[in-house]
């Protein structure tokens, strides 16, 4: 082996933390990838390909026709051509045969090989862990960690392990299974539809996984079923995981919904018992069944002030759908369903809006009756605040839960702009895309967590008291605001 090669499998044993074999492994397929730059990318190769093919034939029959100035082409006209023509007819020829061998077997080689490294590089995210050590012991204000109090690390869109392959693709085993073992136990489960029927995709109307970015376009080769989604988180509880009796956060950010609650209330119901019957594997271990019967929504913040250690082994589950349909279901001319099955039993915590103008999918403003538990908003309102705008911010939400959506962009934000989210602004969850960018990158971002792989806390100044009322979103903010002439 070459010290260059020798060198390399260092490289990915110090920062994949693979064993050496892997690496060797790694390295001897990217070593028969060399005229392909690693990790692939179809996009460039496609171009080589398509355009290098024509004009390499056009050279080719040139230098076969150099010393004629007419050939006979009697096939096809029966007249005399130039050789310029026969240059042209073979360059416009080999277009087309170029374009017909680079999708019968260029592209479907690239695939798997970029397929390989994808899978590979998600490994390695979570190849290097310890759990979340002694968090039962940890002492906040003389009580127990608290999840208002907790800021965990959370990923963007549950078992996308993009963008390696082709603008990314859904692989539900490997993309939870790495961020599981990366520490991560809070899952955002974006929910869409597709209108038209495409290949590696639920059905037109039917809930699914996907990704789409900021202007709604669809990205990836393929989608993933909620239900393979549940199965797979449901292996956070398995003790093969380090931290598997700790609680698991899963939020549902439903995007769209095919079906109106108010001009189709039966098919809009039928729709989210689809959502909750493809999350049955995650069932068992929902807080909506524990004695203490933290279902609908009705004991919200008791679910933020309960100490983690009581929540052990049970999954939390947010959503921003609203599923009060389910508690007037004969009102609408439907018979009510198993608890299982009823999705607003299954939902834990409601996540609200604080400005009708922000684009969060289905996310509605909270009602003037009610001061949500939860809210969401875009992170770049976060970094967009002054220095004094966001201790405003902080104090003002440090009784609820507070998630900062980052824009839909593969790659995240920076380094800095998530310290200044999670110490300044003290939001609790800024969920990232752990494939979105190099190894060396998300490693030092998911290190931002350090051997509390499942929660940071937040600044003292910002911890909630369990006994103080939380206060109605964003009033003393727009006060300030309104004072400096901002609002």
Same mark, same amino acid.
């Given at each position: 082996?070459?010290? =260059? ?23 001897n ?18 171009y ?13 029959v ?10 006979p ?68 204000m ?18 996308y ?29 974006q ?5 038209v ?49 700790q ?15 108010y ?12 959502? +909750? ?25 008791m ?15 947010m ?7 389910f508690?007037?279901?004969e =009102? ?48 770049? %309102? ?9 201790d ?22 920076s380094?800095?702009?998530i ?19 190099s ?6 971002? %998911?290190?931002m967590?350090?051997?509390s ?27 300030l ?5 901002? +609002?």
């Amino acid at each position: 082996m070459t010290t =260059s090669a020798q060198e390399e499998i260092q490289i990915y044993e110090n920062n994949l933390y693979l064993p050496n074999t892997i690496a060797q492994d790694l390295y001897n397929f990217r070593l028969s990838l060399r005229i392909i730059p690693a990790p692939p990318k179809s996009g460039a190769l496609f171009y080589l390909f398509i355009f290098g093919v024509p004009v390499i034939l056009a050279i080719i029959v040139g230098f076969v026709l150099r010393i004629l100035i007419y050939i006979p082409i009697s096939g096809f006209t029966g007249n005399l051509h130039n050789k310029w023509s026969i240059i042209l007819f073979a360059l416009i020829i080999g277009f087309y045969i170029s374009l017909i061998v680079y999708y019968l077997f260029v592209q479907p080689y690239l695939d798997k090989n970029n397929i390989v490294i994808a899978k590979e590089f998600a490994k390695a995210v979570g190849s290097k862990t310890e759990g979340f050590q002694g968090y039962t012991k940890m002492d906040v204000m003389g009580s127990k960690l608290i999840l208002v109090n907790t800021q965990p690390l959370s990923v963007k869109q549950t078992a996308y392990i993009g963008p390696q392959v082709n603008d990314g693709m859904f692989e539900p085993e490997i993309g939870i299974l790495s961020a599981l073992n990366a520490g991560v136990r809070m899952f955002t489960l974006q929910i869409d539809y597709l209108d038209v029927k495409k290949d590696g995709f639920e059905g037109p109307g039917v809930f699914t996984l996907v990704y789409r970015d900021d202007s709604g376009k669809l990205i990836g080769k393929n989608g993933a079923s909620i239900h393979d989604t549940a199965t797979h988180l449901a292996k956070a509880f398995s003790s093969d995981m380090k931290n598997y009796e700790q609680p698991l956060v899963v939020y549902l950010h439903f995007l769209r919904t095919p079906y109106n609650r108010y001009d189709s209330s039966i098919l809009y119901v039928e729709s989210l018992i689809s959502v +909750a019957k493809s999350l049955e594997p995650l069932t068992t271990h929902s807080l909506s069944f524990a004695p203490d019967n933290f279902s609908r929504q009705s004991r919200e913040k008791m679910i933020l002030t309960t100490p983690l250690n009581q929540l052990n082994g049970r999954m939390i589950l947010m959503s921003n759908i609203d599923t009060s349909l389910f508690r007037k279901m004969e =009102s609408i001319g439907m018979s009510p369903v198993e608890q299982k099955y009823d999705l607003d039993y299954l939902t834990n915590i409601r996540v609200y809006k604080t400005e009708k103008t922000d684009s969060l999918g289905q996310t509605e403003l909270y009602p003037s009756t009610k001061i949500p538990a939860a809210i969401i908003i875009p992170f770049d %309102r976060i970094i967009s605040m002054t220095p004094s705008e966001r201790d405003v911010f902080a104090n003002e939400n440090k009784q609820r839960f507070v998630i900062a959506m980052p824009s839909q962009k593969v790659s995240n934000p920076s380094m800095e702009d998530i310290t200044i989210g999670l110490t300044k602004a003290c939001v609790n969850s800024i969920p990232l895309n752990l494939f979105g960018e190099s190894l060396e990158s998300i490693q030092r971002k %998911r290190d931002m967590w350090k051997s509390s792989t499942l929660f940071l806390t937040k600044p003292a100044q910002y911890i909630a008291n369990p006994n103080e009322a939380p206060h109605v979103p964003d009033t003393a903010l727009k006060t300030l605001l309104e004072n400096s002439g901002k +609002a």
